[in-house]
């Protein structure tokens, strides 16, 4: 059950009114997850809302390895809505099932492209270590790029912000499914 109920529109201020409308806008409408719980503070929802469409629908990152990056963070911290969306979007972007389950086993997947390989080490031992080893800083920086890689790394917070909202306020998965073991 979740902690944070929703809020009714009709219960809404005009600026969660308004906040509401801009983020259903960019999710087909819908308001669910962290951001039904940060509209609660719409001073906070609006701009996560434009920092994570920055990234997720006008950032350089290939689609594939934007979702791949967000089910790694997904799994290390056992967020199932996170995961429930965004193992969906990982598949249609081009991700195997192979990988996605390996993710979801916690075991490190066997890759067939290296740039997927590339985006998991990195991103994994950020995760482990909350820091890049040189050799790893420089193996990410010489296949990205230095835009791409900061683009891939505040991604990554962003979506460490979101697991961690998730789990701390129990949202919901629609269905009451729970896809992470």
Not at 23 to 51: K, M
Request: aromatic share 8%; glycine share 8%; proline share 6%.
């Amino acid at each position: 059950m979740a902690r944070v109920p929703d809020i009714a529109l009709e219960e809404m201020t005009a600026e969660q009114r308004h906040v509401y409308q801009a983020i259903g806008g960019a999710r087909g409408g819908i308001v669910r997850g962290p951001f039904a719980i940060w509209l609660r503070n719409p001073e906070l929802a609006d701009p996560a809302n434009r920092f994570g469409n920055a990234l997720r629908l006008s950032g350089k990152l290939d689609k594939r390895l934007f979702e791949l990056m967000v089910l790694v963070v997904a799994r290390h911290w056992s967020a199932q809505y996170e995961w429930f969306v965004h193992e969906k979007n990982g598949l249609e972007a081009g991700l195997t099932q192979a990988v996605v389950d390996a993710i979801r086993a916690r075991c490190a997947p066997e890759f067939a492209r290296d740039d997927e390989r590339l985006v998991y080490d990195t991103i994994t031992e950020l995760n482990e270590t909350h820091t890049l080893s040189q050799p790893a800083y420089d193996r990410a920086l010489a296949a990205l790029g230095l835009d791409l890689l900061i683009e891939l790394i505040a991604a990554a917070g962003f979506y460490t912000m979101v697991a961690m909202t998730l789990n701390a306020f129990d949202a919901p998965v629609p269905g009451g499914k729970r896809p992470l073991p």
